[in-house]
């Protein structure tokens, strides 16, 4: 059993983000991490970025087929991620955090219109897009307000720009459908609201709060390794 981790949007580096919880969940479980580098996200090459959605799902598609069983975690937009790659053999467990499961039509642009107060997101003009009027503190204050110093300052690092085509294609199937799943709600998250957190949580097949921001896994990794030890219980009775 491994874990692949499919990070956010506007983000790269998915290693990093998953870094704290990679670490506590190896020294409990013996189980190792990898993230997928998402080509809309610029990981993989200039060339890749155009592909979107459909290109990250591919790229979660390949990091699939080099295992025989997975946990696969999706933070934020990395669930849409999770619909579009469809259903995969080694897909054992999935857990969501802060996340969205969307029904097959679904964009995550459609997805993040019915927030009251949406992340602030800007077109570059080149088929990219980033968010805007952010600066290294109003970053941290919505997005990492409960992370240390040096977690919010390398979190900024680490925000890039991103494919339009990772908002705006509908998901043309839901790899969630069908497969054993936890959510986990953020419910101190600035970014994402409880309510909508909520709504995608009713999809999975459990759920669960704590109080973290955006990112518990870089915050409270313990609370986030606990809930994959729990699905690895379930999976034994």
Same mark, same amino acid.
């Given at each position: 059993?491994?874990?692949?981790?499919?990070?956010?949007?506007?983000?790269?580096?998915?290693?990093?983000?998953?870094?704290?919880?990679?670490?506590?969940?190896?020294?409990?479980?013996?189980? =190792?991490?990898?993230?997928?580098?998402?080509?809309?996200?610029?990981?993989?090459?200039?060339?890749?970025?155009?592909?979107?959605?459909?290109?990250?799902?591919?790229? *979660?598609?390949?990091?699939?087929?080099?295992?025989?069983?997975?946990?696969? %975690?999706?933070?934020?937009?990395?669930?849409? %991620?999770?619909?579009?790659?469809?259903?995969?053999?080694?897909?054992?467990? *999935?857990?969501?955090?802060?996340?969205?499961?969307?029904? +097959?039509?679904?964009?995550?642009?459609?997805?993040?219109?019915?927030?009251?107060?949406?992340?602030?997101?800007?077109?570059?003009?080149?088929?990219? *897009? !980033?968010?805007?009027?952010?600066?290294?503190?109003?970053?941290?204050?919505?997005?990492?307000?409960?992370?240390?110093?040096?977690?919010?300052?390398?979190?900024?690092?680490?925000?890039?720009?991103?494919?339009?085509?990772a908002f705006m294609?509908?998901?043309?199937?839901?790899?969630?459908?069908?497969?054993?799943?936890?959510?986990?709600?953020?419910?101190?998250? =600035?970014?994402? !609201?409880?309510?909508?957190? =909520?709504?995608?949580?009713?999809?999975?097949?459990?759920?669960?709060? +704590?109080?973290?921001?955006?990112?518990?896994?870089?915050?409270?990794?313990?609370?986030v390794v606990d809930?994959?030890?729990?699905?690895?219980?379930?999976?034994?009775?």
């Amino acid at each position: 059993m491994e874990l692949i981790f499919v990070h956010g949007a506007l983000v790269r580096d998915g290693q990093w983000w998953w870094q704290k919880a990679a670490r506590l969940l190896e020294e409990r479980t013996g189980i =190792r991490s990898r993230a997928v580098a998402l080509p809309s996200c610029g990981e993989t090459g200039a060339d890749d970025v155009a592909g979107g959605l459909v290109a990250d799902a591919a790229a *979660l598609r390949a990091e699939l087929d080099r295992v025989d069983a997975a946990i696969v %975690v999706g933070h934020s937009y990395g669930g849409t %991620v999770i619909a579009e790659a469809g259903q995969h053999p080694a897909v054992k467990h *999935l857990l969501y955090v802060s996340s969205y499961l969307p029904e +097959v039509g679904q964009s995550q642009g459609a997805i993040m219109a019915g927030e009251s107060d949406p992340v602030s997101i800007g077109d570059n003009g080149d088929g990219t *897009l !980033s968010i805007s009027g952010y600066d290294a503190e109003s970053f941290a204050a919505r997005f990492l307000q409960d992370a240390d110093e040096a977690a919010q300052r390398e979190g900024w690092d680490r925000v890039t720009a991103q494919a339009a085509a990772a908002f705006m294609t509908p998901t043309s199937a839901a790899g969630w459908e069908g497969v054993d799943s936890t959510y986990i709600v953020c419910s101190d998250d =600035r970014s994402t !609201s409880v309510e909508l957190q =909520r709504s995608h949580a009713a999809r999975a097949t459990r759920s669960v709060e +704590v109080p973290t921001g955006h990112h518990a896994f870089l915050s409270r990794p313990e609370l986030v390794v606990d809930q994959v030890q729990e699905l690895l219980r379930q999976a034994k009775q």
